[in-house]
């Protein structure tokens, strides 16, 4: 039996919410909606929205919320939505949980849950550190806990890793610091709707992703 599950992952930066989302996509055949990933292919491309994009992500801070809201809008009622979705980096803000709730509404849907993965602040800034990804394929890997094995290629396309631009030291620094005034706030929201799970993001993915599947009520295999 097809299960349909609208879920939103939700963290501080380098959670590993990417991670576990596309392990959720995977399981679910739902569709993956990240913002980050969205915006950085629309830097990428040098699109008008990727140059407005640029300036904030470069400072690790929140684009604004018309732009995401915009973008996620166009995402959400295309087809591959229909068989669920799991939305990794938004909400972000207040403004973009209610204009969440508001284009769900609009499209006869409703939010299943949202799993906050929970990292404390020294784990974030080693998995951050040591991130790299693939400029073909999106893969991703870390230094210590997950690496190519050959160095700077990767094992799935051959493709070059790359390093993220705001994986730097005080970007990242500036990016904890905006998700816990500006995205932490949602964690209260969602546990107060009653849609909230948190789940010990520590441990490798493989555990993590336990934890997930269980608080979702799915099998691990
Ligand atoms: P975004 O790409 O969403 O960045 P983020 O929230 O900071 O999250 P990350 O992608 O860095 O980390 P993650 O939690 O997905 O962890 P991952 O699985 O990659 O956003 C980037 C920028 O875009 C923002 O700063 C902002 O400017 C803009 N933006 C995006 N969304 C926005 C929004 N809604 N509103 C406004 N602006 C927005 O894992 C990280 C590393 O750890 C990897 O190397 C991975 O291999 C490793 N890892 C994962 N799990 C584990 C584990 N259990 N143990 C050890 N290592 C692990």
């Known amino acids: 039996m097809s299960v349909v599950v609208r879920v ?11 991670t576990q989302a596309m392990f959720l996509k995977e399981r679910l055949g739902a569709c993956h ?6 915006l950085r292919r629309a830097v990428n491309d040098q699109s008008p929205l990727g140059l407005k994009a640029k300036k904030s992500m470069d400072k690790g801070k929140l684009v604004s919320d018309n732009l995401i809201l915009e973008l ?43 799993v906050f993965i929970n990292v404390p602040r020294d784990a ?11 400029e073909k394929c999106g893969t991703m890997y870390h230094l210590v806990f997950d690496p190519p094995s050959k160095e700077g290629v990767c094992a799935r396309c051959n493709g070059v890793l790359y390093q993220r631009s705001d994986d730097k030291e005080d970007t990242i620094a500036a990016r904890c610091d905006v998700y816990k005034s500006q995205t932490a706030p949602l964690i209260d929201y969602y546990r107060k ?13 493989d ?15």
């Open 193 to 205: 709707g009653g849609l909230l799970q948190e789940i010990d993001g520590l441990g490798n993915s």
């Open 124 to 134: 974030i800034i080693c998995r951050l550190a040591g991130r790299r990804t693939c």
């Open 72 to 114: 996620i809008g166009k995402h959400l009622s295309q087809e591959d939505c229909k068989r669920g979705f799991v939305l990794d980096g938004f909400p972000g803000t207040r403004p973009q949980a209610l204009g969440l709730e508001k284009l769900l509404r609009n499209l006869d849907l409703q939010l299943d849950r949202v």
């Open 207 to 221: 555990d993590v992703k336990g934890r997930v599947f269980q608080s979702l009520g799915f099998d691990v295999a």
């Open 33 to 38: 909606i990240s913002t980050g990933d969205m």
């Open 8 to 18: 939103v992952v939700l963290g501080p930066p380098g959670a590993g919410k990417g």
